[in-house]
């Protein structure tokens, strides 16, 4: 066992000694292949406006992320929100034999870690992912989203106490009316005979995803229902995750490379479509998904094909499949562009991009798009690595030029 192994170990121990103290706690756990992190936020800033919470810090290793949450946890905290991330198997069982949490939302599931350093296939991913929703309490909560076609099924095969939320009016509580703009989200909330008009600084379909599942945890725990709408219109983007930013060559920037999969790529890609202008839409590759690669790829192509994208630009090989899929599906081969590394995508970008286009930027962190930003503001990059293991952003790498 190495130094760190057993200092992890020991921070497992003194985790689990501070949660047998600290018995006031409500866990509210949070999984999935999407939206964990928006979800945690959004639900901990509506918990906060009646409870003391302390929430998942942002971009943990999904290893140690709960014995560093739970030891940051203040004996005057009455909530706990937890990411439970998992990328191999038998790591729910860990996090559950830490905490096991009184309320579940399951967001989503798609291929991502399937491949085989990971998970291996999308039915480990299902069956571990499930392991949460089987370890909460009798009395607990489970809360799936039902658009999503894998998570639905869970849920109803769950017979425990469950709440359903989505875009179709089957759900218990269900959207409609989506509008979205470079400034906001709006839609109506529905929830049994109420309606409730919602408006959010943050953007696009998965923020309404995160603002019903926010929505159904406040009700849960009886926060005011007139301060949740207040404290939801107030959000804002974080960095990468349909953030509006000043772009180059006076475009304006849709910054939504912080995480890609199947699902988040599709739902950025029609949220993009309802913003206003020519909308410019690049694509990096979506990582980990073994060999539902090139299908997962090819869906997000025929999803491009079919809404209203004026320019579409794949970054690396396994964008190829994109750009031929939207093809078939109809799309003009002159709206489409493909390049090997990020500095072809550049000089591509150099030649279209047009004063106040829209531009929109969506692949997996360890691509690092971002350097095509760089490169369009006349910076020096030198790396042309179509896959980088390193999590710290570009300008800041010695290895940039």
């Known amino acids: 066992m190495t130094m760190k192994d057993s200092f992890h170990k020991l921070r497992r121990i003194l985790a689990k000694i501070w949660l047998n103290i600290n018995l006031q706690l409500t866990v509210v756990g949070v999984t999935g292949s999407y939206g964990k992190t928006s979800t945690v936020r959004t639900v ?44 191999h198997i038998g790591e729910m069982d ?39 929703i089987k370890g909460i309490s009798d009395s607990g909560l489970a809360v799936f989203n039902y658009d999503d076609e894998v998570v639905r099924k869970i849920g109803q095969k769950f017979s425990g106490r469950k709440i359903f939320y989505g875009t179709n ?4 509580v269900w959207a409609d009316g989506v509008k979205i703009n470079l400034n906001k989200t709006e839609f109506f909330l529905h929830d049994g005979k109420d309606e409730v008009k919602i408006e959010t600084g943050l953007l696009g379909y998965p923020a309404v995803d995160s603002c019903l599942s926010a929505w159904v945890v406040g009700k849960e725990l009886k926060v005011d229902r007139n301060k949740v709408v207040q404290r ?29 999969n199947p699902a988040s790529a599709m739902a950025g890609l029609k949220s993009l479509s309802e913003f206003p202008g020519r909308k410019v839409a690049v694509l990096g590759e979506m990582g980990e998904l073994g060999k539902s690669e ?21 970054v690396g090989p396994l964008t190829k499949f994109i750009i031929d899929e939207a093809e078939k599906n109809g799309m003009e081969k002159a709206k489409l562009f493909w390049a090997n590394n990020v500095q072809e995508a550049a000089e591509i970008l150099k030649k279209i991009l047009k004063k106040n286009d829209v531009l929109y930027l969506k692949a997996s962190l360890l ?3 971002e350097r095509i930003i760089l490169l369009l503001n006349g910076k020096s990059v030198k790396c042309n690595l179509t896959v980088c293991h390193h999590y710290r952003p570009c300008d800041a790498c010695p290895g940039l030029s």
């Open 232 to 260: 939801i219109r107030e959000l804002k983007p974080l960095s990468g995750r349909l953030s509006v930013e000043k772009g180059p060559l006076e475009t304006t920037l849709v910054n939504d490379a912080r995480r890609a």
């Open 44 to 87: 901990a800033e509506v918990l906060s406006l009646k409870y003391s919470v302390n929430r998942t810090d942002l971009n943990l290793d999904t290893l140690y992320n709960l014995p560093i949450t739970i030891l940051k946890t203040k004996i005057w905290n009455e909530v706990l929100v937890l990411e439970y991330g998992v990328d």
């Open 169 to 172: 009016k089957q759900a218990d």
């Open 94 to 132: 860990k996090h559950l034999s830490l905490v096991r949490p009184k309320i579940v939302i399951l967001t989503g599931i798609t291929p991502v870690h399937s491949d085989k350093e990971h998970f291996g296939s999308l039915e480990n991913i299902i069956q571990e992912k499930k392991k949460l």
């Open 367 to 369: 691509r690092h798009l």
């Open 294 to 314: 090139e299908k997962m790829h090819r869906a997000v192509g025929k999803e491009a094909a079919r809404l209203k994208i004026d320019l579409l630009v794949g």
